[in-house]
């Protein structure tokens, strides 16, 4: 088995040299001082201009989370967080007027982090750049650009609003739309949902908030760019979206972080409602930093994220590509409570080094003839842990209801695991759940096949993941597609390739 | 003074203290020694609620609330026992009983557990630790007799068959039988368990299997589970196979008012085989559990499970199955399917298989279903002018012979399938074709 040892060897031999977004911008921050407290969580109301009834709500929730207990179930170990020890707000001084005025290493930072020019200076915050049509010619992407615990700028707001969309930060949304933030805020994820669904609703900072009317197609896709930067610092975003009737979205999500020693938190809260006939489609290419080989560093990346299909006919899918983080611990889920509505669950999760992940999706079958489809490609190589763990469950009046779900693991080397937990609660006679989970390695033929036609083995393994992965990268949207692709290829670097 | 408590964890630890002179062994040290650490095992878990995992579908509140009682210690009138067509061992209440068992001359040594225990030192509570399981704690704490068979090296056993009665009774007995079975290397035995009572008789069946197959040696387990349905019945199975050895089980598993039927196998030498099978019945009223675990802890070993349910009126049926990999079990192929059919709007199922893997060279798989009788076929049988009462009968009936067919020995295929015609036929799901 040479190719195996191989595969081993080049695993032991490269390190931490895949992770290209890990430097640091020095910037001039602003810091709330370090500790979580209910003045913190003032401090933070306060910061953000914000109404009562939000302070309250944050409020509320800071002192369910103190009742909580931190929960333990999952299949990653990492040794107790401090809760004391961190900022709960970190942001840049006050943002730029024109490019000009931009702060040298905030422009450095998105040229660093490969977006191109004219949106570099979209995201550093000059207003009006960005606005006339793409040279492409294809439509361009609006961006949320969120930098800590704030949004530095959000793009094409003025093209969107011709629809009538609303797109921007949630702390602009709470100034200027509180009665929509006010409605829809923790109706999907209430503030005691969770461990850190609480801590978020306590402390969120930033994040993106969409509102789509009636009947309009979103005519471009939506994004936010997550960006943890300061030292010592968690970030805690909180992103709203809703679809109204007969209305459509595309959102997609990037992040990525300085490599450091220490492991910061990120513990986001993400809540989808789609009305009648409405469609959201959210994807994510998660690449936080990972630790390095040894499990030094990397974020803890413990996330809610749950959409409410509360419309007849409404549509969630959720794709995810996961190669980032020391630790992944979420199950972005749906709730299908509309009849006819459609789940969709499609996931890449990658760990290497010492990475360790636990993730899957929950679909709760509620309304009648609801479906769901699972999809999920674990791949796990060094000394990683990953597990699928999901939930499919109909409730006694989900006639009809359909689910399918495929989960396969890939194994590379002999020091990793790969582990499925699915939990399948069916109590309605006319639902039918179908669940199917493989695991192995690559195999041999295929690599054999490979190297016999002259691909070094380093890229006849990255070429055997991307086609396992297959299912899952064609549901992303072009531009993300690529990405993750070559993002697979780089987390496996020194696992394989 | 101070109240007795009558139910719960509480009541069988009192039990407990009560009998610790008077049960079998009590002034052996080492069993002393292993009842002090059921005990002490047992107060410290009491009886799992559904917050601990391993129960998040299985409520045992419904046992820990009742009031059980002694089982009397002689039954002078003998239940009416069905007819054996091997050698048998009778055991009722949780006791053997020599008069009414039937085993003739042996190639090998069947005795009753609490009349050789003094002699079995370091068999008991190895393979199932009360540290483990609270029902095995509460077992070790409490047990009085049990089958010990030991079958030599290279002794071919044949089939023998092990019957657990419950007795008539207004008492609600509560019996923890352990029983012990050795295979020697090269050794082959096949065993045919029935548990089954008067069919409103309430009482608590905690058996306990600690199993051997030694290298190259072969058991097949059949396993009829067929209590009354007022009983509770709480069983632990622990294996471990050896190097070229194979265990077979198939557990049919349709009595009782709540079921929870636990098998745990461990592969420790290579090329170890186990094949996990079952079928589970569950008709108004009725909760059944199987839940299994699967060890590779050795390299080349293969696994094979199906396991069906059939559900029908207000019933619930929980299917829980983990293979585990070790990182040394390099080449495992595992696979395990589990599909249960809903036949009423009131039924549930909650399934939860699962793969914990630490090697790579591996080849697993699990799939499970849940869902209702197949229309198309229905309609195809309906087509060719089979009422529907039948036509579901039959599928029902296809259903799970899938499972029972992967049984290889004839002897324990052909008491399943009897066992099966006669709970389906209970339960209203007979095909009937014979009458038509």
Known sequence: MPAVTETIETVQAVTEGGYKWGFETDIEMEFAPKGLNEDIVRFISKKKNEPAWLLEWRLKAFAMWQKMEEPRWAAVTYSPIDYQDSHYYAAPKAGPKSLDEVDPELLKTYAKLGIPLKEQAILAGVEGAGESPSDSGRMPIAVDAVFDSVSVATTFKHRLEKDGIIFCSISEAVQEHPELVRQYLGSVVPQGDNYFAALNSAVFTDGSFVYIPRGVRCPMELSTYFRINAKSTGQFERTLIIADAGSHVSYLEGCTAPMRDENQLHAAVVELVAMDDATIKYSTVQNWYPGDAEGRGGIYNFVTKRGACRGARSKISWTQVETGSAITWKYPSCILQGDDSVGEFYSVAITNNRQQADTGTKMFHIGRNTRSTIVSKGISAGRGQNTYRGLVKISPKAHGARNFTQCDSLLIGDQCGAHTVPYIENRCMSAKVEHEATTSRIAEDQLFYCRQRGLPEEEAVGMIVNGFAREVLKELPMEFAVEAQKLLQISLEGSVG | ?436
């Open chain 2, 1 to 436: 003074m101070t109240a007795v408590a009558s139910t719960g964890a509480a009541a069988f630890l009192g039990r407990h203290e009560g009998l610790r002179n008077r049960l079998p062994g009590a002034r052996v040290a080492w069993v002393e020694a292993l009842r002090e650490r059921g005990a002490s095992a047992f107060r410290a878990q009491g009886f799992p609620t559904r917050r601990v995992e391993a129960f998040k579908y299985t409520d045992l509140a419904g046992v820990a609330g009742q009031v059980f009682g002694e089982p009397l210690t002689s039954v002078d009138d003998a239940p009416a026992l069905p007819d054996a067509t091997h050698p048998r061992a009778v055991f009722v209440d949780g006791r053997f009983r020599p008069d009414l068992s039937t085993l003739g001359e042996l190639p090998f040594a069947v005795r009753s557990l609490a009349e050789a225990l003094p002699n079995l030192e370091g068999r008991i509570g190895a393979l199932a630790r009360p540290e483990d399981a609270a029902l095995v704690a509460l077992n070790t704490m409490l047990f009085e007799d049990g089958l010990v068979v030991d079958v030599p090296a290279g002794v071919d056993g044949g089939t023998i068959e092990l019957l657990s009665l419950a007795a008539e009774s207004e008492r609600a007995p509560a019996f923890h039988p352990r029983h012990l079975v050795r295979l020697g290397e090269g050794a082959t035995l096949t065993l045919i368990e029935t548990a089954e009572g008067p069919l409103n008789a309430r009482y608590l069946h905690n058996p306990v299997f600690e199993i051997e197959v030694a290298e190259g040696a072969r058991l097949s387990h059949g396993r009829v589970q067929q209590e009354g349905r007022e009983a509770f019945f709480l069983s632990t199975v622990r294996a471990r196979v050896a190097a070229r050895a194979t265990y077979d089980n198939f557990t049919l598993n349709a009595g009782a008012r709540l079921s929870r039927n636990e098998i745990h196998v461990a592969l420790t030498g290579p090329e170890a085989q186990a094949h996990m099978n079952g079928a589970q019945l569950a008709g108004d009223g009725q909760h059944l559990d199987t839940t299994t675990s699967l060890d590779h802890a050795a390299p080349n070993c293969a696994s094979r499970q199906t396991y069906k349910t059939v559900l029908s009126g207000r019933s619930r049926g929980v299917f829980q199955g983990k293979i585990h990999v070790h990182q040394v079990a390099q080449k495992t192929d595992g696979y395990q399917m589990n599909q249960a059919l809903l036949l009423s709007e009131e039924a549930e199922m909650d399934s939860k298989p699962q793969l914990e893997i630490y090697a790579d060279d591996v080849k697993c798989s699990h799939g499970a279903t849940v869902g209702a009788l197949d229309a198309d076929q229905l309609f195809f049988l309906r087509s060719r002018g089979i009422p529907e009462p039948q036509a579901r009968a039959i599928l029902v009936g296809a259903f799970l012979t899938e499972a029972v067919e992967a049984v290889a020995e004839e002897d324990v295929r052909a008491a399943l399938s009897r066992a099966l015609d006669a709970m389906r036929a209970r339960q209203g799901l007979a095909a009937g074709l014979e009458e038509a």
